[in-house]
């Protein structure tokens, strides 16, 4: 008996990487679980296969579990609806919904071609907005089901050549919020993850200097995705009930609960603010609060447990 027994799980993007771990792991875990992967490359756009999915179910079933595989697209929506679905169709429910896949395009913001943005937006924002909208009222009427979407310490913190991956993961982080907060009545519950580990999305990051390399380095060997698998898990387990609305890091064997935007230091004028009082008081007041522009490196400063 696992901590998943009965339980049906939607994995998104998992046929590699992140996504194969989590459902590999869930199925050991007692769940039986839709396999999604499009099964294209990590820019995005190509046409895709069945296979890498179909792969994992084997793999699955080889070891004594239950799964399908699906290769829609998170990005449309009737794809997202034909994978919960495939659920219904085969298990009968859906108590779950794991959210890693995605797609990188990085590039300077300047120099930005459009589509770079237009896409990975759609796989990552719209993606977690449809696997969402097609799960949520089922929870709702069954009164339970957990989300456990993925975001980045690229949109948390912030690294150079990410905008549009980190606008997409914060607003995959306010949905979540949102999800969590809506859900709380009928027992539906949302969290996020930001995980380091060595996956093929990773591998396309471009290394352009020492620093850079070594750090890399590390991460490949200190950092891997089966290591993310545990916590997702876990989030979606009865004993996580109480869990919802968090942002949660999970960095090789360390587990970080992050903290979310609240207010760090406040000043008022009863007559009011000008501009002229703003930069001579306010602004000058708050900026040892302020936050710096530190990448992700500067915040994680210590190699990975």
Known sequence: MGVLSGKVILVTGGAGGIGRECAILAAHEGAKIVVNDLGGSVRGGDEGSATPAQQVVNEIKAAGGDAIANSDSVSSRQGAQHMVQAALDTFGRIDGVINPAGILRDGMFHKMPDEDW????????????????????????????SFVHFTSTSGLIGNIGQANYAAAKMGV?????????????K????????????TRMIATIPVKDEASAKR??????????????????????????????????VRGNEVFLMSQPRPVRGMARIDGWTPE????????????????LGATNSVFTWDPV
Not at 278 to 288: E, F, R, S, T
Request: aromatic residues 4%.
């Open 118 to 145: 237009d896409q990975v937006i759609d796989v990552h924002l719209n993606g977690a907005y449809n696997v969402s909208r097609a799960a949520i009222n089922h929870f709702r009427d069954q009164e339970g089901g």
């Open 173 to 185: 982080v306010g949905l979540s919020r949102i999800l969590a907060m809506e859900g709380a009545a």
């Open 187 to 198: 027992g539906v519950r949302s969290n996020v993850i930001a995980p380091f580990a060595w």
């Open 216 to 249: 890399v380095e590390r991460m490949k060997n200190m950092t891997r995705a089966d290591q993310i698998a545990p916590p997702s898990i876990a989030l979606l387990a009865d004993g996580a009930r109480d869990v919802s609305g968090q942002i949660f890091v």
């Open 277 to 292: 009082t703003m930069l001579d008081q306010c602004l000058p007041a708050m900026k040892g609060s302020m936050t710096d």
